[in-house]
């Protein structure tokens, strides 16, 4: 029961911290793309200048820095709880479950299966939140 627990305790403070750094990283990379000129640039030309492919660029690159660090954030938890023993093959594992591509079950005791259950929602939402959020930069980089 209490191992029941703690998993249940460790999945809802994993999701709250991935919300709320990913809330944070999107909104500090918008501050950071206006800051460079992209409201500015985008009311005068549209996805064909270098200006726009550079802050594109910029974004893309934050949001993968974005996601590895909760894909970090997780496999730093699978290794503290000890439900996988070295960093690297829980780096590996919390990357494929994060991007719901799937994990192999002898990888994680069963008693941390809720876990990466929980991971595997917490990164298709995080990916869709992300996908949302980069759709409305590049509209509003061509000013649609």
């Keep these: 029961m209490l191992v029941e627990l703690t998993e249940v305790v460790v999945a809802v403070v994993m999701v709250v911290a991935s919300v709320l750094v990913h809330g944070a990283g999107l909104f500090w990379l918008s501050r950071?793309?206006?800051l460079v000129g992209a409201e500015e640039t985008r009311r005068h030309v549209g996805l064909d200048s270098p200006r726009a492919v550079f802050d594109l660029t910029a974004i893309v690159l934050g949001l993968f820095v974005l996601h590895?660090?909760?894909?970090?954030?997780w496999a730093l938890v699978y290794v503290t709880v000890g439900a996988i023993p070295d960093l690297r093959t829980a780096v590996y594992a919390s990357g494929f479950v994060y991007a719901t591509i799937g994990y192999d079950e002898d990888l994680i005791p069963e008693a941390w299966r809720l876990l990466v259950a929980v991971e595997g929602i917490t990164g298709i939402l995080l990916l869709g939140w992300t996908t949302g959020f980069f759709v409305s930069v590049v509209s509003r980089q061509r000013g649609t």
Excluded: T
């Excluded at 590895?68 to 954030?73: C, F, K, M, N, R």
């Design 32 to 34: 950071a793309l206006r």
């Design 68 to 73: 590895g660090l909760e894909i970090w954030g």
